[in-house]
């Protein structure tokens, strides 16, 4: 990866997609990552231990895929981070992904769709089962735009997404609804596949190795391999990102979002070892992973990580652009040490 400085207190990460031809990169412009009408934008926003992801999409249209935190959220700047995004005269999401009902996914949405039109919701479960903060009292008022996925609401390889547009990208569901006797809730998730001409980014809620595995024997190995891994369940080592998932996955880079003294010791230390053998050297940044020590979480910053792994504990808000040849990862460059 190629480091550029600049674009305010972000340093940004630029390479040439899998499919750009070899030799022939072409320069990452900070202004045309900023504000280009034809660059896909995936922010993974801060909301501490938990999940929230803004996509813009090239040629328009605004998808919110989960926003909540069980700790460690600020709601107001989450809200004014969003909302910044969105058009302010009329501020729009096109579609919400809900991708399963734990509240660290949802529990912020109450504030942030205060005055929001949505124009559609893809979701899991019944709207009861989103009843942190009676979320589950707005969905039951938009039950005319709510569409809940099932097991076998999948997409394609091919042919046009049948769930969600966005501009000229394409979002592919992959998965929904998965039942399994392990985390049940958490393999609910629904996996969403961005794909915008030769970069793909894989946006994972909290799968598990069910989830995982369904995905595995439904798609062609080489088909699933992204540029970019949104990192399952926060990282957790028990439930998600196998082995052989991160192999199919091969990601170049890769997200986690959580908080960053969790309980759980998220990311944990084994993720991301799982992960390195495939992304990118990277210039040196933040990076904290955990372990647990019988019941006590412990952490270990580690200021020099040289991986493209990133974390929303160590680097803030996360912003992946790309205009469908190249990609970059923006984030801020102070190192964390202490929570927000």
Known sequence: MKRLDGWGVLAVAAVACGGCAAGDPRTASLAMMASAADELRVHFID??????????CPGGGVILVD?????????????????????????????????????????????????????KVLMTG??????????????????????????????????????????????????????AAASPTNARSIVALVQYEDF?????????????????GRYDQAWLECEVLKIGHHGSETTSTSEAWAAAISPEAA?????????FAHPRKKVIQRLTPFTAAENAHPMRWGWSEGT??????LPDFTEAIYSTATNGDIVVSSDGTEYAIAFDQRARTQPR
Do not use: M
Not at 200 to 216: P, Q, R
């Open 47 to 56: 909301v501490g231990q938990g999940d929230c992801t803004l996509i813009e």
């Open 255 to 263: 997200i986690v979002s959580a908080g960053y003294s969790n309980r």
């Open 296 to 301: 006590t979480a412990k952490f270990e910053n």
């Open 67 to 119: 926003c909540g935190s069980l700790g460690g959220g600020d709601r107001d700047r989450v809200k004014a981070y969003i909302r910044e995004r969105l058009d302010a005269n009329a501020p729009r999401i096109d579609t919400l992904i809900l991708t399963h009902p734990d509240a660290d996914h949802y529990n912020l949405l109450d504030d942030v769709l205060d005055g929001v039109t949505v124009g």
């Open 200 to 216: 793909d980014v894989l946006l994972t809620g909290d799968a598990t190795f069910d989830t995982e595995n369904v995905i595995l």
């Open 126 to 179: 019944t709207s009861d089962e989103y009843s942190s903060g009676d979320f589950s009292a707005w969905l039951d008022e938009h039950e005319s735009i709510v569409k809940r996925l099932r097991p076998t609401d999948f997409d394609t390889t091919d042919g046009e997404p049948k769930y969600c547009g966005c501009g000229d990208a394409q979002v592919r569901i992959l998965a929904a609804d998965v039942a």
